[in-house]
């Protein structure tokens, strides 16, 4: 993914800073979205297992927005996630339950059990494909932002030396800045200096407070960011930025759950109602045209 970063010119599908953030969907008290119907066109695509549960436990990182945050002055979880689960619950007829979780706890729960699913802007990388597949739901590009007043551009990963960069523990993203270290000390440039933060949040207040100068994320991320920032961020790397695909993750042995949602995204996009969530959201250019699980097309 971003070893191409250099090489790969991407032009945002939108104007950086101008959104509106127009999602309606929010969990009820109970961190649910949907209600169990037997009468929903997939219900009985749906493992038996959960129908009998009730509910599909879905692991969700609450700092995340434009994907799921916390509503200003509430508890309530909204988001494009959000918006995306109740849609695809009228299909398959079983709620997901959301449970707020650290972005660590994330894959361990998943393989304990604790977790059925989880959802964000989760990338894959082979040591999450050992153990997890991941339904896609859009194709964002990585685009860098820092303050307001940088006076730089990142036209290719070299320009990040000499630059204090910010990123997170799981992010797939680390591995390639922990690589760039490397190609700035070994080709005699200027020390990039990676901070490494436990959490997004955490990420994102280096940013602010000007212990960095510089990190990458998803486009829509970053988006967002900018939009509540009263003009403190911007990008800096316009028009540059590796698409890749993001999804929800599904433990490995569970090809039936995949298997129905991935049915169910197919009638989402095929009734216009995902393409109208991510509209509401304005992220549509980040969208999908067909349903993928790990990056490939699935057949009907």
Same mark, same amino acid.
Not at 113 to 132: C, I, K, T, W, Y
Not at 185 to 214: I, M, T
Not at 246 to 257: R, Y
């Given at each position: 993914?971003?070893?191409?970063?250099?090489?790969?010119?991407?032009?945002?599908?939108?104007?950086?800073?101008?959104?509106?953030?127009?999602?309606?969907?929010?969990?009820?008290?109970?961190?649910?979205?949907?209600?169990?119907?037997?009468?929903?066109?997939?219900?009985?695509? =749906?493992?038996?297992?959960?129908?009998?549960?009730?509910?599909?436990?879905?692991?969700?990182?609450?700092?995340?927005?434009?994907?799921?945050?916390?509503?200003?002055?509430?508890?309530?979880?909204?988001?494009? /996630?959000?918006?995306?689960?109740?849609?695809?619950?009228?299909?398959?007829?079983?709620?997901?339950?959301?449970?707020?979780?650290?972005?660590p706890?994330?894959?361990?729960?998943?393989?304990?059990?604790?977790?059925?699913?989880?959802?964000?802007?989760?990338g894959?990388?082979?040591?999450?494909?050992?153990?997890?597949?991941?339904? /896609?739901?859009?194709?964002?590009?990585?685009?860098?932002?820092?303050?307001?007043?940088?006076?730089?551009?990142?036209?290719?990963?070299?320009?990040l030396?000499?630059?204090?960069?910010a990123?997170?523990?799981?992010?797939?993203?680390?591995?390639?800045?922990?690589?760039?270290?490397?190609?700035?000390?070994?080709?005699?440039?200027?020390?990039?200096?990676?901070?490494?933060?436990?959490?997004?949040?955490?990420?994102?207040?280096?940013?602010?407070?000007?212990?960095?100068?510089?990190?990458?994320?998803?486009?829509?991320f970053?988006?967002?960011?900018?939009?509540?920032?009263?003009?403190?961020?911007? =990008?800096?790397?316009?028009?540059?930025?590796?698409? /890749?695909?993001?999804?929800?993750?599904?433990?490995?042995d569970?090809?039936?759950?995949?298997?129905?949602?991935?049915?169910?995204?197919?009638?989402?996009?095929?009734?216009?109602?995902y393409?109208?969530?991510?509209?509401?959201? /304005?992220?549509?250019?980040?969208?999908?045209?067909?349903?993928?699980?790990?990056?490939?097309? =699935?057949?009907?």
């Amino acid at each position: 993914m971003m070893e191409k970063l250099a090489g790969i010119v991407y032009i945002l599908g939108f104007a950086l800073g101008t959104a509106t953030w127009m999602g309606s969907g929010q969990a009820n008290a109970q961190g649910a979205v949907g209600r169990l119907d037997a009468s929903a066109p997939l219900y009985s695509e =749906v493992p038996e297992s959960y129908r009998s549960a009730g509910t599909i436990k879905v692991a969700v990182t609450t700092d995340a927005p434009p994907y799921q945050f916390y509503e200003e002055g509430s508890r309530a979880l909204k988001g494009v /996630n959000v918006d995306l689960l109740t849609e695809l619950s009228k299909l398959t007829g079983v709620p997901f339950k959301l449970e707020p979780a650290s972005f660590p706890s994330v894959l361990p729960g998943l393989q304990t059990g604790r977790f059925d699913m989880s959802v964000g802007p989760f990338g894959a990388n082979s040591e999450r494909l050992q153990v997890v597949n991941f339904l /896609n739901f859009l194709h964002v590009s990585q685009v860098f932002v820092g303050r307001a007043d940088a006076e730089f551009q990142i036209s290719s990963l070299d320009d990040l030396c000499g630059r204090k960069v910010a990123e997170f523990q799981g992010d797939t993203n680390l591995a390639t800045m922990k690589e760039q270290v490397q190609a700035c000390q070994s080709s005699g440039r200027p020390e990039l200096a990676l901070s490494v933060y436990k959490d997004n949040a955490a990420q994102w207040q280096g940013l602010f407070s000007g212990r960095d100068e510089v990190l990458i994320s998803s486009a829509p991320f970053i988006q967002y960011r900018i939009s509540i920032s009263n003009g403190a961020m911007k =990008v800096v790397s316009p028009g540059i930025g590796a698409r /890749n695909y993001v999804g929800w993750m599904v433990p490995k042995d569970d090809q039936a759950l995949v298997g129905a949602l991935s049915e169910a995204m197919r009638m989402a996009m095929a009734s216009g109602t995902y393409a109208k969530v991510l509209k509401a959201w /304005n992220i549509e250019g980040e969208a999908l045209t067909e349903v993928r699980v790990n990056g490939e097309p =699935v057949s009907p």
